[in-house]
T-cell receptor, first 114, second 114 residues
């Protein structure tokens, strides 16, 4: 049982839809992350939040909009996505952003863009 | 810059065979090194870690030694099982942009047959 829960597990949407991915962590961590995992490509870090403040935006297109209302919840709002955005989106958390603490991952949301 | 290079998969082995997955890195400073595992349909799980040169991380029969002189962190297991079939990611934690971030290799798929 992972301490990081992502919903939904699967999402199919059209290019004009608006949807949101949700991540919740029950580990008391202060840093949360969004990653994109595409076939045959390295894991790509998208966004980082530390104590609810965004500290990293890794040149992500504006059609992806993160939100972190508190240290336990992280959202990724999606609008007007492209077919190449189809991927597994992984959320992770760690005790804090600095140091060498390991990151704990959720099981991901498999996103398919029609 | 900081980067991680893993051997390309897939690696296909028979049960009880010896496993080696090679991982080399480039980094400034003194990174911590990690191996993560991703089972089908799940997120990444921390398998083991090492935080300084000559440290050996171990877990579930897997082990890896931090070799600074060869900038390597090869993953080994003496006798693999079918349940070890998964994708394995080597990663380093390096200080960049004002904080520590995880940098992942591309992953190596392992398939173990009975």
């Amino acid at each position: 049982e992972t301490g990081v829960t992502q919903t939904p597990r699967h999402l199919v949407m059209g290019m004009t839809n608006k949807k949101s991915l949700k991540c919740e962590q029950h580990l008391g961590h202060n840093a949360m992350y969004w990653y994109k995992q595409s076939a045959k490509k390295p894991l790509e870090l998208m966004f980082v939040y530390n104590f609810k403040e965004q500290t990293e935006n890794n040149s992500v297109p504006s059609r992806f909009s993160p939100e972190c209302p508190n240290s336990s919840h992280l959202f990724l709002h999606l609008h007007t996505l492209q077919p190449e955005d189809s991927a597994l989106y992984l959320c992770a958390s760690s005790q804090q952003q600095g140091g060498n603490q390991p990151q704990h991952f959720g099981d991901g949301t498999r996103l398919s863009i029609l | 810059g900081n980067s991680v290079t893993q051997m390309e998969g897939p690696v296909t082995l028979s049960e009880e065979a010896f496993l080696t997955i090679n991982c080399t890195y480039t980094a400034t400073g003194y990174p911590s090194l990690f191996w993560y595992v991703q089972y089908p349909g799940e997120g990444l799980q921390l398998l083991l870690k090492a935080t300084k040169a000559d440290d050996k991380g171990s877990n579930k029969g897997f082990e890896a030694t931090y070799r600074k002189e060869t900038t390597s962190f090869h993953l080994e297991k003496g006798s693999v099982q079918v349940s070890d079939s998964a994708v394995y990611f080597c990663a380093l934690s390096a200080f960049s942009g004002g904080y520590n971030k995880l940098i992942f290799g591309a992953g190596t798929r392992l398939a173990v047959h009975p």
